[in-house]
C-alpha cells in the first residue's frame, strides 16, 4: 500500500512536471514570436529626487502584451528567457528600443533624464562594450544619457574580467546601478571593488519603513555605506508617503515607486516630463 501511494506520488510529479515542462516549451516558442511579431514594449517608470522632487531618470521595463495571454508580467517570461538565452536577443532589443526612444524624444527637444536599462547577467561578456556603443552610436545617443542596471549576481561571479567590462563601459561614459542590492549575496565591503555610481534598495527592504525595525536598520546601514563610498541611493518600490519622508530623513538620494508613479508607456512618461510633474513632500 505505501508502494502503491509512493508510485501515485511519483505518477503525479512527474505529469506536473511534464506539464510545467510543456508550458515552459510553448512561452518560449511564443517569446521567439513575440520579437518578431512586435508583442514587446517598454514602459518607462520614473525615478525623482528626494531634494527637488523632479524627474531625475526613468526605468524601462519589458512588457509582454500577448495577443491571447493578455499583458504577460516580466516575473514570467525573463526566468524562461533567462534559461534558454532568449534574454541575449530580448536585451539586445530593449537597449535598442531604449535608445530609439530617447532620440525621438530628444528630437522633440525634451530634456530627459538618464533612462536606466536593465542588463542579465548573461549578457555581461567581452564583447558587450562594442555592442552597446554600436547601437549608441546608430541612434546618436550619448552613454551618458543610458544607465545601465546589473544585480549582484554577476558580482558574485567574480571574475576580474567581470571588473575589466565594468571598467570599459564607465569608460565610455555609462553609468551602472547595482539592482535589488541586498538580496542577493555580495557584502557592503565587497562593493568597492567595482565601479558602481548607484545603489538600488531593494523592494523587499522598504515595505517594512518605518515599522519594521529591522528594515529601517538595513535600510540606514545601506544608505550610510553607499554615503561613503559616495555612490548615490535610489529605493524601489517606495509606495508610503511614511516610507519617502524615512528615506529622505535617512539622506537617500531617489526614490522610485507607485507613490510617485507605476511604470507607465513612452507617451505618459513624455507627459509627465513635459508637465513637470514632482513628488509632493507635503503630503505625509
Ligand atoms: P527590477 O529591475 O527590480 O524592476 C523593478 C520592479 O519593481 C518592476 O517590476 C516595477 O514595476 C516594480 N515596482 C516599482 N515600484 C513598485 C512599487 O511601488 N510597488 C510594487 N509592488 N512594485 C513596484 P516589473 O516591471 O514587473 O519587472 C520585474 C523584474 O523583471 C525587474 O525587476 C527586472 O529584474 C526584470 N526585467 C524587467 N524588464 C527587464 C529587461 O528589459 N531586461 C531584463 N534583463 N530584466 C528585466
Ligand atoms: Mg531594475
Ligand atoms: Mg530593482
Ligand atoms: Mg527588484
Known amino acids: 500500500r505505501a508502494a502503491q501511494n509512493i508510485e501515485s506520488a511519483f505518477l503525479f510529479y512527474s505529469e506536473e512536471m511534464n506539464q510545467r515542462a510543456k508550458e515552459h516549451l510553448r512561452l518560449e516558442t511564443e517569446l521567439r514570436l513575440a520579437l518578431v511579431n512586435r508583442e514587446l514594449q517598454l514602459y518607462y517608470q520614473p525615478k525623482v529626487s528626494l531634494r527637488s522632487g523632479r524627474i531625475v531618470g526613468a526605468e524601462a521595463l519589458l512588457r509582454w502584451r500577448h495577443p491571447v495571454r493578455g499583458l504577460v508580467s516580466p516575473g514570467v517570461f525573463i526566468p524562461v528567457a533567462e ?52 547601437v549608441l552610436e546608430r541612434h546618436g545617443v550619448q552613454p551618458e544619457q543610458i544607465m545601465l542596471e546589473i544585480t549582484e549576481s554577476l558580482l558574485v561571479r567574480g571574475a576580474d574580467n567581470v571588473i575589466a567590462i565594468m571598467n570599459e563601459l564607465v569608460a565610455m561614459g555609462m553609468a551602472l546601478a547595482l539592482d535589488d542590492f541586498g538580496t ?12 558602481i555610481s548607484t545603489l538600488k534598495i531593494d523592494r523587499a527592504f522598504v515595505t517594512g519603513l518605518p515599522y519594521e525595525e529591522n528594515d529601517c536598520a538595513i535600510a540606514r546601514a545601506i544608505v550610510t555605506m553607499a554615503q561613503q563610498l559616495r555612490q548615490e541611493i535610489v529605493a524601489e518600490g517606495v509606495e ?34 513635459r508637465e513637470g510633474k514632482r513628488l509632493a513632500f507635503n503630503s505625509r
Open 83 to 134: 534559461e534558454t538565452g532568449l534574454i541575449l536577443e530580448l536585451g539586445s532589443w530593449v537597449l535598442e528600443e531604449a535608445c530609439r526612444q530617447v532620440r525621438e524624444w530628444k528630437d522633440a527637444n525634451l530634456i530627459m533624464p538618464t533612462i536606466a536599462v536593465n542588463l542579465s547577467a548573461r549578457q555581461f561578456d567581452q564583447g558587450l562594450p562594442a555592442r552597446v556603443a554600436a
Open 184 to 195: 542577493g549575496y555580495s557584502s557592503l565591503a565587497y562593493l568597492k571593488k567595482f565601479p
Open 240 to 273: 508610503t508617503a511614511e516610507q519617502m519622508s524615512f528615506l529622505r530623513e535617512l539622506g537617500c538620494d531617489q526614490l522610485q515607486g507607485y507613490l510617485f508613479s507605476q511604470p507607465v508607456p513612452a507617451a505618459d512618461f513624455e507627459r509627465m516630463l
